[in-house]
């Protein structure tokens, strides 16, 4: 909370250049609340000219009070996206300061992890009281994406404080995402420091990491995301752990195996693994991963609906099914009120066909990445599966992204991962 | 589901004893769905006299649907629960094999758990198959509750299917508790199956267990629940484990410490911890299972609202905050539709208190073990206390209930606690 006397100061020192940008008494209840964001409807009296950093403030009557320093988002239905309670400039030593904090959070959670967490979430936007960025590290390199004005012109200057705070030689800007449409930023990616001159060929940057025990390689500028699902890895050694437990030696499927994160985790935990993707590119790294780890998998290039019908029809069971398909609520979206029908028929056609393969006792790992599925539609639609397919099911864990993606408390948009595990009990 | 062949064949077979129980339409279409209880309000033709084990059926004009076999409940708004979609009785050989499979379901998931899981839920009522039937393990005695007419009937057997299937010596009925009251069974507690002669005071049986690395006793006639809170013992292990990385050598606070479980896992991490309860019994025995385990916990009673008010009031910060309440939402309920404000009311002073008490970067586990304050109402009320402490609090993980304790599927009754891990960005 600001006291009087800050306020006063700050309005003061607002004869210097800082903008000010006044919002409605709602909006301001909800800044002083923790709520991050501020709607373009709530902007009572934008700022003069440009901007990048203002204050916000509600007025009353004659008084001004400084509710706190936001990002200014110059189009698009959010309007600002608050900083700090206090007065901040977009500066260099503040995102060192907080690039610094997020990772020593990351390193404290991680501290003594075996292999060693080498690819994690570095910074996680609001979560991080960074508005806007996210970075995640592979290795020696970090994948920066920004999706807000401000930081966007900042990003040069972010590389460099990434190369400092976390040592890495890489960076790499993946600005090619849909977050990039909001504020209306064009979409766009590339290296912004190297480590040495280029030695693959334009438009690729591979790198090895390590993924729930597996190695793997991505390829940073290519490859979906920042280069991979780092948001899945403890899931990816959740699962597994698992299946080793309930099904030592079992078989598994995974439907939308993309580059083997899940499949290549169950392999290593001692299940016979079918793994498949619609996309043959995945199944050609998927299949290049588990050759570095190994391990023994069975990759085929497969529609998942497609083919969960045809196993199903050929009799075939399995100990374990891992559904993680890609955001299904992206398309045929109806409105911003939540997911589509379409969308979530689909995830129960998948579920309902994934838990008809399962064998008794079967483990069902369903996951869904939209963020317009809420946790309740998500379980609504497994209730609803698990009642057409009549066969009683335990809910063993209900997880979320990993603990290097933090939900905002107060901010329900900062969660979109689901990764429940569910039991059949017969 | 039922083929058209069974039921046939089971309609002839009702020319033996068992009796028969339609039910309505929709009723009839939630069984087939896998939802295990039929409301009274559901019945259209109760049995004609006495009953343990019917048959439900649906009637479509001339013609006989079969649904299942459910155990009757003579009294309380569920008049039955369903026991297996074939035709079954409550015998010897169906215990066995249900209590068998139930154990081997943890045995499985505790496989190589370090140190050996030593007391867990057996039997998990709906979700194991078993409706009304409750068992705990603890070393080598079961604590069995049963919250169904035909269960209470079958005590005795259900106590010698356990001595044979889990090789222990005692075994303990706990009846006392309210889950009792809906079929209006009387309360009563004693020891059905002893190990050889009573050793110590009637009315007491202690014993000794392990709970998340700490040795702990319980007196199973006389303490909560079967003695001990094992749904929480993965949430001691997970609490401690967390504040060992983020806040090694920290300090901790457990407001409703009970007999020590979390308090003694994060003493065992590493924490200087205080630790409060209202029950001077209760710090007896904390006090004592922490001389079991070696570890110094400074433990003091005190009733758990004033004890946050005072700590405040002297300027005391705590690295970690464990709020583990008794059920809230059971004092002054209103209606059937959820949790009272009255209730929430409590669960936000609690919150909010125990979130100005956290220190920069601190960590808060906060729990409700009451079966009407949804995930949902939880939530809502974690970021109501949140926004008015208007500190930035990341979600870590939202925890319920150990895996042995696991919900079913579309029996959102079968789940009640959560325990949820959030962390002060500050």
């Not at 195996?257 to 998927?286: K, M, N, T, W």
């Not at 023994?296 to 998942?304: E, G, K, L, R, T």
């Given at each position: ?13 607002r ?18 609340q ?6 373009r ?27 706190g320093?936001?990002?200014?988002c ?16 977009l ?45 995640d ?34 960076v ?40 729930a025990?597996?190695p ?57 693994v ?19 780890g ?74 869904s ?33 990993g603990?290097?993606?933090p ?20």
């Amino acid at each position: 909370m600001i006291s009087t006397s800050e306020a006063g100061r700050s309005t003061a020192a607002r004869a210097g250049a800082v903008p000010v940008v006044v919002i409605s008494a709602r909006a301001a209840l909800r800044v002083r609340q923790g709520y991050p964001l501020v709607a373009r409807l709530e902007v009572t009296t934008p700022p003069a000219g440009a901007a990048e950093v203002v204050w916000l403030v509600e007025r009353k009557g004659a008084r001004e009070q400084l509710l706190g320093s936001a990002l200014w988002c110059p189009r698009g239905p959010i309007a600002a996206r608050v900083l700090a309670r206090e007065p901040v400039a977009l500066e260099r030593e503040l995102l060192r300061q907080r690039i610094a904090a997020a990772d020593a959070r990351r390193q404290a959670l991680f501290a003594g992890a075996l292999p060693a967490r080498n690819a994690y979430r570095v910074v996680h936007g609001e979560a991080d009281l960074l508005p806007g960025l996210f970075v995640d590290r592979y290795a020696d390199a970090a994948v920066l994406q920004t999706a807000t004005a401000a930081m966007d012109a900042h990003e040069a200057e972010i590389a460099e404080v990434l190369v400092e705070t976390l040592g890495v030689a890489t960076v790499v800007c993946r600005d090619d995402g849909s977050a990039r449409d909001l504020e209306e930023l064009p979409r766009k990616k590339g290296i912004l420091r190297a480590a040495g001159p280029p030695t693959a060929a334009a438009g690729s940057l591979m790198v090895r990491f390590d993924d729930a025990g597996s190695p793997m390689e991505a390829d940073l500028l290519a490859d979906r995301k920042t280069g991979s699902f780092l948001d899945q890895q403890e899931n990816h050694a959740c699962a597994a752990d698992y299946a080793r437990r309930l099904h030592p030696g079992g078989r598994a499927l995974d439907a939308f195996c993309y580059h083997g994160g899940f499949a290549l985790a169950l392999a290593r935990a001692g299940l016979s693994v079918l793994a498949c993707d619609e996309d043959p590119q995945a199944i050609g790294r998927a299949r290049h991963n588990a050759r570095l780890g190994a391990v023994q998998v069975d990759f085929a290039v497969h529609n998942a609906f497609d083919l969960l019908r045809s196993l199903e029809a050929a009799g075939r069971r399995f100990d374990v099914v891992v559904l993680d398909p890609p955001a299904l609520a992206k398309r045929g979206l109806k409105g911003p009120g939540g997911p589509s029908g379409a969308a979530m028929r689909a995830y129960k056609e998948l579920n309902l066909r994934a838990l008809r393969l399962l064998a008794p006792g079967g483990l069902l790992v369903s996951c869904s990445c939209s963020g317009r599925v809420s946790a309740t539609d998500f379980g609504a639609m497994l209730d609803d599966a698990a009642r057409d397919v009549g066969r009683p099911l335990q809910i063993l864990e209900r997880r979320g992204a990993g603990r290097d993606h933090p939900g905002l408390c107060c901010m329900p948009e900062s969660e979109y991962l689901k990764c429940w595990l569910l039991r059949a009990v017969d």
